[in-house]
């Protein structure tokens, strides 16, 4: 990178101003050079076209002085030592440590922080501090620790971002065991191939095979190895099943128009009424639309998944964003996916954990058998058993869906929070995760009581610890928007719309002890609503198991238990993926002893392998055991979270908020 080779003299912090309708991450945290440095509107986390492409420019010396000129035809504001100065376009000004400005007269506060004293650095940082003085209470100490921790695990998360785009050259590099690479000519596979094994054959895999979905207006760090719908649908597709709630034709063949070439595409889709007669209306003529039974009342199809079949294999995708505009470049989103070849004949009928978890799920769908002839099989039917035809024994995940009906005997366990249990009870983690936290963080809360409650939390406790005993029950906290941080949201309080809680749901008084904020310094996307769905549990920055699913925090998406515990009740279609260290485990033995590279290093073919997962925020030593594999997960939210203080709000979209936001309009807008 172009900085890499200069000298960072300091830093410009991001301040939060108080009851002035500022938030935190509204800047970004932006390196100083020693030398010439830009600063201007793509370091803002939204466009104010107020601040210029080319606002500031600033010569950094050596001692961390920096000489500032106003680029821009707006003026700056310096604060220095007590006196607040403007200075106009074409004018200069002189800063060192602890300066202020104000990049907008009243807007944008960042301060300076030079190498020399960034050890002692808190951000972001209270702007009454600055008339008040310096505090002394235990208070402001625990502040001034936490807001350190949060800027050195920005900055570690930005070069760790930083790093797997260097490694990584496209979003299509993502590979199972066998590198598959569908988009590619086969000599860009090749090389594809040979670039991934050059750093290990499961080196950073899983974090390029999860990742968070593009943010329009966020500064290019945040987006460094995020992913936007053609990153994903790419190539010579010759069969596509998109899955999703709402679908936006319009705006998908817009955004991805390689979809008209695509001859055959499935769309199994939530929608009714008026948005089901215009998607039948805009449809291409080769597409089918399918909206899958629903036995019970108030359920719905609310999977979001992609089935992309190429000559080379297919393209498996679940992810968490509706096929629509605003779900693909406003929202915080993660995806998943992975590439996996056409199965030998020799293993036709082999079959592993998740090609069942995907067969079962698909068949339950009920979509209207079709025939189609593909150049690599010939004429073929397309229904669930279809996919079998692929090899997914190099699956990184498993998958947990959910699938209306009342569920008994073996079924029980198929669907929903019993099939996660399931999963997990067969499992064995290390000791430290006995009766650590579980984190449910989502973007619409169900009708709930502490009975449900416990059952779920339960089902997300089952596994054991390595010496055998049982992980013990968990304490579940809640990661959820205030109305302060929807209202200073990209969207302001549009963003509500898309976080559907009604306040009945969202005020019960059980509910209070779970709240937490919603925190992405890291990943800068503090103000950009979560529509992501997460489950996990955690110590620290280690996971013990990660879940990203469509599923929200409900009964009805989850199941139920009924008559003793012996019929589990659903009403949705949901689908998550989940990520374990054995699975991964399994995959690198795999890879070592069934594909025998010859890059290994000093690791010992058919060794034992352990897997860690951990987040981008981990500060361990990778060195420390050649035998162990770290895996880092773009986790969009600080861990551990922080909890609600007094004056926050748990969101509900129902409730009148007559304090402006960002675009000067209350909620709701209208009536």
């Known amino acids: 990178m172009a900085s890499a080779s200069r000298v960072r003299v300091?830093?410009?912090?991001?301040?939060?101003?108080?009851?002035?309708?500022?938030?935190?991450?509204?800047?970004?945290?932006?390196?100083?050079?020693?030398?010439?440095?830009?600063?201007?509107?793509?370091?803002?986390?939204?466009?104010?076209?107020?601040?210029?492409?080319?606002?500031?420019?600033?010569?950094?010396?050596?001692?961390?002085?920096?000489?500032?000129?106003?680029?821009?035809?707006?003026?700056?504001?310096?604060r220095s030592e007590g006196q607040r100065r403007k200075v106009c376009a074409q004018e200069k000004a002189k800063i060192t440590h602890d300066d202020v400005l104000e990049l907008i007269p009243g807007d944008y506060f960042v301060k300076y922080v030079d190498?020399?004293?960034?050890?002692?650095?808190?951000?972001?940082?209270?702007?009454?501090?600055?008339?008040?003085?310096?505090?002394?209470?235990?208070?402001?100490?625990?502040?001034?620790?936490?807001?350190?921790?949060?800027?050195?695990?920005?900055?570690?998360?930005?070069?760790?971002?930083?790093?797997?785009?260097?490694?990584?050259?496209?979003?299509?590099d993502m590979a199972s065991g066998q590198t598959l690479s569908p988009l590619d000519s086969a000599g860009s596979s090749k090389r594809s191939n040979e670039r991934i094994h050059s750093v290990g054959p499961l080196k950073d895999v899983l974090s390029l095979t999860f990742r968070l979905m593009r943010v329009q207006g966020l500064p290019s760090w945040a987006n460094t190895?995020?992913?936007?719908?053609?990153?994903?649908?790419?190539?010579?597709?010759?069969?596509?099943?998109?899955?999703?709630?709402?679908?936006?034709?319009?705006?998908?063949?817009?955004?991805?128009?390689?979809?008209?070439?695509?001859?055959?595409?499935?769309?199994?889709?939530?929608?009714?009424?008026?948005?089901?007669?215009?998607?039948?209306?805009?449809?291409?003529?080769?597409?089918?639309?399918?909206?899958?039974?629903?036995?019970?009342?108030?359920?719905?199809?609310?999977?979001?998944?992609?089935?992309?079949?190429?000559?080379?294999?297919?393209?498996?995708?679940?992810?968490?964003?509706?096929?629509?505009?605003?779900?693909?470049?406003?929202?915080?989103?993660?995806?998943?996916?992975?590439?996996?070849?056409?199965?030998?004949?020799?293993?036709?009928?082999?079959?592993?954990?998740?090609?069942?978890?995907?067969?079962?799920?698909?068949?339950?769908l009920k979509w209207p058998e079709f025939r189609?002839?593909?150049?690599?099989?010939?004429?073929?039917?397309?229904?669930?058993?279809?996919?079998?035809?692929?090899?997914?024994?190099?699956?990184?995940?498993?998958?947990?869906?959910?699938?209306?009906?009342?569920?008994?005997?073996?079924?029980?366990?198929?669907?929903?929070?019993?099939?996660?249990?399931?999963?997990?009870?067969?499992?064995m983690f290390e000791k430290q995760f006995c009766k650590s936290p579980l984190i449910y963080q989502f973007s619409s809360l169900g009708s709930l009581d502490e009975k449900w409650m416990s059952e779920?939390?339960?089902?997300?406790?089952?596994?054991?610890?390595?010496?055998?005993?049982?992980?013990?029950?968990g304490k579940p906290l809640i990661v959820w928007p205030t109305v302060e941080d929807v209202r200073c949201s990209i969207e302001g309080y549009a963003a509500g719309s898309c976080i559907p809680s009604p306040q009945k749901n969202v005020e019960k008084d059980f509910l209070r002890k779970y709240w937490t904020r919603w925190k992405a310094d890291h990943v800068g996307r503090c103000r950009a609503m979560p529509h992501i769905k997460t489950f996990t549990r955690y110590n620290g920055q280690n996971i013990a198991w990660f879940l990203l699913t469509s599923s929200n925090l409900s009964k009805a998406a989850w199941g139920a238990l009924q008559k003793n515990n012996t019929q589990l009740m659903i009403r949705s279609y949901e689908l998550g993926v989940l990520f374990l260290p054995q699975t991964l485990q399994c995959v690198r033995q795999f890879s070592c002893t069934e594909k025998n590279r010859s890059n290994l290093g000093s690791l010992v073919v058919g060794e034992k392998i352990k897997t860690k997962l951990v987040t981008l925020c981990w500060k361990g030593d990778e060195e420390k055991e050649l035998s162990t594999e770290i895996v880092r997960l773009p986790v969009p939210y600080q861990l551990p979270p922080q909890p609600y203080g007094s004056e926050d709000v748990p969101w509900s979209w129902d409730r009148r908020y007559t304090k402006k936001d960002v675009y000067g309009s209350v909620w709701p807008h209208h009536g």
């Open 115 to 172: 190498m020399a004293d960034e050890h002692r650095r808190s951000v972001p940082i209270d702007l009454s501090g600055l008339k008040k003085g310096k505090r002394h209470s235990e208070e402001d100490s625990a502040a001034v620790k936490r807001n350190r921790q949060i800027m050195e695990d920005e900055a570690l998360a930005r070069t760790l971002q930083e790093s797997i785009a260097e490694e990584s050259t496209t979003v299509s």
């Open 225 to 364: 190895s995020s992913v936007t719908v053609q990153d994903v649908i790419q190539g010579e597709v010759l069969l596509a099943v998109l899955s999703d709630y709402m679908v936006d034709i319009d705006w998908l063949l817009t955004a991805c128009p390689s979809l008209r070439r695509v001859p055959h595409v499935l769309v199994i889709h939530g929608e009714d009424g008026a948005s089901l007669e215009l998607l039948k209306k805009l449809k291409p003529a080769n597409w089918i639309l399918h909206k899958p039974p629903l036995p019970i009342s108030f359920g719905t199809h609310h999977s979001k998944a992609m089935l992309l079949v190429y000559p080379q294999g297919i393209r498996v995708v679940v992810h968490t964003a509706n096929m629509i505009y605003v779900d693909w470049n406003n929202k915080s989103q993660g995806l998943w996916m992975q590439d996996f070849p056409w199965k030998d004949a020799k293993d036709i009928n082999k079959k592993i954990p998740f090609e069942n978890d995907l067969v079962d799920y698909l068949s339950a």
């Open 10 to 78: 300091g830093t410009l912090v991001p301040l939060v101003k108080d009851n002035a309708g500022s938030s935190n991450g509204s800047v970004s945290s932006i390196p100083i050079f020693e030398g010439s440095n830009v600063i201007g509107r793509n370091h803002l986390v939204v466009v104010d076209k107020r601040v210029s492409r080319k606002h500031l420019s600033l010569h950094a010396s050596a001692d961390g002085s920096i000489d500032v000129v106003v680029e821009g035809p707006n003026p700056i504001v310096v």
């Open 456 to 473: 779920f939390t339960y089902s997300l406790s089952a596994g054991k610890s390595d010496d055998g005993s049982p992980l013990g029950i």
């Open 372 to 427: 189609v002839n593909l150049p690599v099989v010939g004429d073929v039917n397309i229904n669930a058993a279809f996919f079998r035809k692929f090899d997914y024994s190099s699956s990184m995940v498993r998958l947990i869906g959910s699938v209306p009906g009342y569920h008994v005997g073996p079924n029980i366990k198929k669907w929903g929070h019993m099939k996660l249990r399931s999963i997990l009870e067969e499992c």
